[in-house]
């Protein structure tokens, strides 16, 4: 079946260093849209950015990810951190033969001053 | 638009007694997920609905776990015999429909403890 992996639990880095997350996944299906959640505490899990379309860079609110099929990775980066992005992020993929989506286990993000 | 509701927000059950959690989807989506958070396993699919009906039911542990939808405005994730290792957050999601590129939209969760 679809899987997602995110093989680090934590990154810690400093205020201005740049973020990088990174995410791989596994389907048989051509059609998968893969996405960035994420989850600040007590709040809601949210999207944040989504994407479908090979070698296309998306972006928002200063992240970006680029689908690269070759690979199957879409990692997360950012230029320059800041303390307010410190949260939970989960990569996630839906393929074309269900509606479900499957998360990885997550990447805690930490920003320190 | 108050969002995806969930009901209670915290939960301590004793071990073997049964905890029933609540979701309200925003209305007019027609998509019900069910998903359980834990640090060891992230976010781990339990079921979801379409319009009402069950659709996939796979990631539910067979024995305990049992989840419904009698009307559109609200699911119910009950689970019997509630054992330690069921302790996590319950999240719950609704789309506005159940297809590829669906957005979700969570609601805060609720946070049960079996002791």
């Known amino acids: 079946g679809d899987s997602v992996t995110q093989k680090e639990g934590l990154v810690t880095l400093t205020e201005g260093l740049p973020v990088m997350l990174n995410c791989t996944y596994q389907?048989?299906?051509?059609?998968?849209?893969l996405f960035w959640y994420v989850h600040y505490l007590n709040e809601s899990p949210r999207l944040l950015l989504k994407?479908?379309?090979?070698?296309k860079r998306t972006e928002h609110q200063g992240f970006h990810a680029t689908l690269h099929k070759s690979s199957s990775s879409f990692h997360l980066q950012k230029s320059s951190a800041q303390l307010s992005d410190s949260a939970l992020y989960y990569c996630a993929l839906q393929s074309s033969n269900t509606n479900k989506v499957v998360f990885g286990t997550g990447t805690r993000l930490q920003v320190l001053p | 638009n108050a969002g995806v509701i969930q009901t209670p927000r915290h939960k301590v059950t004793g071990k073997g007694q049964e905890a029933t959690l609540w979701c309200e989807p925003i209305s007019g989506h027609s998509a019900v997920f069910w998903y359980r958070q834990t640090i060891v396993q992230g976010l781990e699919f339990l079921t979801y609905f379409r319009n009402q009906a069950p659709i996939d039911d796979s990631g539910m542990p067979k024995e305990r776990f049992s989840a419904q939808m009698p009307n559109q405005s609200h699911s119910t994730l009950k689970i019997q015999s509630t054992q330690p290792q069921d302790s996590a957050v319950y999240l719950c999601?609704?789309?506005?429909?159940?297809?590829?590129?669906?957005?979700?939209?969570f609601g805060s969760g609720t946070r049960l403890l079996v002791i």
């Open positions: 994407s479908s379309t090979d070698n």
């Open positions: 389907t048989i299906y051509s059609n998968a849209f």
């Open positions: 999601a609704s789309s506005l429909e159940a297809s590829t590129n669906s957005d979700y939209t």
